[in-house]
């Protein structure tokens, strides 16, 4: 039995522990009604703040809206105010340029075409907005005293400044001569910068805004006439027999076309974008007469008369230029070039139908010339000699042959081998740039080559002239060809 003593004690132990677990609880319990009335005003506040701030946005969301239409409403008004503004100053543009327009552009150019500017736009718009207001017609009239005055000062700098230029000089300083042989008072003068800008920038304007005023452009071309020296196209080159042959002319060295060329074909090519222009110019130095009295057809015969003395005249200064090559074969490759060159650029473009209008035959004439100097080519270089046994009898059986003989053989072999690798050697390094002519060139060549070759190789086949054969009989009839068709073929 547990002593009464101890059980006692061990009670109000227990008791007390109830005890401060009852006042713990009771604490909890307090605490948990202080949170509750806590939390109740917290959302109390809460949704008095969400209330508030509802009306809040109802308030203000109409008054932003408002804003925003008013800010709207400002933009269109200054919007508008910029329109007018911009509307009204084409009433003041005649007024604002009137000043400007009659002193005219000289000293002020810039300032000058600025003003005809506003002029062209204001006619826009009242052609498109307004086409019966009396503004149309005093802007229109403005325009057309200014272009009136544009074109003026583009004669009087013309005049002023330009120095006529014979033909055969513009040719040469295309092609680049430097030792071209010009009369001692021909000068080629270039215009001062400022003088061609401002001439540069005025034709750049008629050609824009005056394309289609014939009358202008007639009385344009007439004001040029001295400018030319006439006659424009009669001009002959300087005889051959006057140039002096101290340097290459800037010659390609392998054949090719030269830059002359090139330049005076492009130069042509670009004419076709003004023939009407260049006709009428040739057409004015006919005569004192009015140039407006020339039809269309004569001044096309005029040009196509001019384009085709220019290409005259080129293949005389090619010529010339052909004889600087020592190598008569590279000076018909040469030749062949160019001449292929300016046959192929006459096709590619108008220039062909444009010189047949009044030489008929300049396409025929070209291709005679190109076939011409390929069969000068061939004769340079034709290996046929070499293999010709005419005086050598050799179909006389199998007797013995003669010391001479033996050595006429070794020699026509030693000839061929020699002067073909010189032919390959030196010719390795020229250029046909057409494929299609470089193609019959080598089948030309390959052509006349093996069938002399051929015929050489089968009378010396059954005849002993030399104990090496292998020694002189270098190459095949299949390698001889080969190395033909490496011919204009610096790869190879």
């Given at each position: 039995?547990?002593?009464?003593?101890?059980?006692?004690?061990?009670?109000?132990?227990?008791?007390?522990?109830?005890?401060?677990?009852?006042?713990?609880?009771?604490?909890?319990?307090?605490?948990?009604?202080?949170?509750?009335?806590?939390?109740?005003?917290?959302?109390?506040?809460?949704?008095?703040?969400?209330?508030?701030?509802?009306?809040?946005?109802?308030?203000?969301?109409?008054?932003?809206?408002?804003?925003?239409?008013?800010?709207?409403?400002?933009?269109?008004?200054?919007?508008?105010?910029?329109?007018?503004?911009?509307?009204?100053?084409?009433?003041?543009?005649?007024?604002?340029?009137?000043?400007?327009?009659?002193?005219?552009?000289?000293?002020?150019?810039?300032?000058?075409?600025?003003?005809?500017?506003?002029?062209?736009?204001?006619?826009?718009?009242?052609?498109?907005?307004?086409?019966?207001?009396?503004?149309?017609?005093?802007?229109?009239?403005?325009?057309?005293?200014?272009?009136?005055?544009?074109?003026?000062?583009?004669?009087?700098?013309?005049?002023?400044?330009?120095?006529?230029?014979?033909?055969?000089?513009?040719?040469?300083?295309?092609?680049?001569?430097?030792?071209?042989?010009?009369?001692?008072?021909?000068?080629?003068?270039?215009?001062?910068?400022?003088?061609?800008?401002?001439?540069?920038?005025?034709?750049?304007?008629?050609?824009?805004?005056?394309?289609?005023?014939?009358?202008?452009?007639?009385?344009?071309?007439?004001?040029?006439?001295?400018?030319?020296?006439?006659?424009?196209?009669?001009?002959?080159?300087?005889?051959?027999?006057?140039?002096?042959?101290?340097?290459?002319?800037n010659m390609p060295k392998d054949g090719t076309v030269h830059e002359l060329t090139s330049n005076a074909i492009l130069f042509l090519q670009q004419l076709l974008d003004f023939q009407e222009t260049a006709g009428a110019m040739l057409a004015s130095q006919e005569s004192s007469s009015s140039a407006s009295s020339y039809s269309s057809e004569f001044s096309r015969r005029l040009l196509s008369t001019y384009i085709y003395k220019v290409l005259g005249n080129l293949q005389l200064n090619l010529s010339n230029k052909a004889k600087v090559y020592e190598d008569p074969a590279l000076r018909a490759v040469f030749l062949h070039n160019n001449y292929n060159y300016i046959l192929?650029?006459?096709?590619?473009?108008?220039?062909?139908?444009?010189?047949?209008?009044?030489?008929?035959?300049?396409?025929?004439?070209?291709?005679?010339?190109?076939?011409?100097?390929?069969?000068?080519?061939?004769?340079?270089?034709?290996?046929?000699?070499?293999?010709?046994?005419?005086?050598?009898?050799?179909?006389?059986?199998?007797?013995?042959?003669?010391?001479?003989?033996?050595?006429?053989?070794?020699?026509?072999?030693?000839?061929?081998?020699?002067?073909?690798?010189?032919?390959?050697?030196?010719?390795?390094?020229?250029?046909?740039?057409?494929?299609?002519?470089?193609?019959?060139?080598?089948?030309?060549?390959?052509?006349?080559?093996?069938?002399?070759?051929?015929?050489?190789?089968?009378?010396?086949?059954?005849?002993?002239?030399?104990?090496?054969?292998?020694?002189?009989?270098?190459?095949?009839?299949?390698?001889?060809?080969?190395?033909?068709?490496?011919?204009?073929?610096?790869?190879?």
């Open positions: 039995m547990i002593p009464t003593e101890d059980a006692s004690a061990r009670k109000r132990e227990i008791e007390d522990k109830l005890k401060q677990e009852q006042e713990t609880l009771s604490f909890i319990r307090e605490s948990l009604e202080k949170s509750d009335q806590l939390t109740k005003g917290m959302v109390s506040i809460l949704s008095s703040f969400e209330s508030r701030l509802m009306q809040l946005e109802n308030s203000i969301i109409p008054v932003h809206k408002q804003t925003e239409n008013l800010q709207r409403l400002q933009e269109n008004v200054d919007k508008t105010l910029s329109c007018l503004d911009h509307v009204i100053s084409y009433y003041h543009v005649a007024k604002d340029t009137d000043k400007i327009i009659r002193e005219g552009p000289a000293g002020r150019l810039d300032e000058y075409l600025a003003c005809i500017a506003k002029i062209q736009k204001a006619v826009e718009y009242f052609q498109d907005n307004n086409p019966d207001s009396p503004e149309l017609n005093t802007v229109k009239a403005r325009f057309e005293k200014g272009k009136e005055l544009l074109e003026a000062e583009f004669r009087s700098l013309l005049m002023r400044y330009s120095k006529p230029v014979p033909p055969i000089l513009i040719l040469d300083t295309i092609g680049g001569d430097e030792d071209m042989e010009v009369q001692e008072d021909v000068t080629l003068e270039h215009l001062p910068e400022a003088v061609l800008q401002d001439i540069i920038c005025i034709s750049a304007w008629l050609v824009e805004y005056g394309r289609n005023q014939g009358a202008h452009t007639q009385t344009l071309l007439i004001s040029c006439r001295p400018l030319f020296q006439p006659p424009l196209y009669t001009h002959k080159w300087t005889h051959p027999s006057r140039h002096t042959h101290t340097h290459e002319y192929k650029s006459l096709e590619k473009s108008e220039l062909i139908q444009l010189v047949a209008v009044t030489h008929k035959k300049v396409e025929g004439s070209y291709r005679e010339l190109i076939e011409q100097e390929i069969q000068n080519y061939q004769r340079r270089y034709s290996l046929n000699d070499l293999l010709t046994l005419t005086h050598l009898q050799l179909a006389e059986g199998h007797r013995q042959l003669k010391d001479k003989e033996r050595q006429i053989i070794k020699d026509k072999f030693k000839g061929f081998n020699d002067g073909l690798e010189e032919l390959c050697k030196i010719q390795q390094g020229w250029a046909v740039p057409d494929k299609e002519q470089r193609d019959a060139i080598r089948q030309a060549q390959k052509r006349v080559v093996s069938e002399a070759y051929r015929a050489f190789l089968q009378r010396c086949a059954n005849i002993s002239f030399t104990k090496n054969p292998e020694k002189y009989h270098r190459y095949s009839l299949e390698q001889v060809e080969e190395m033909i068709d490496k011919l204009f073929d610096t790869s190879a």
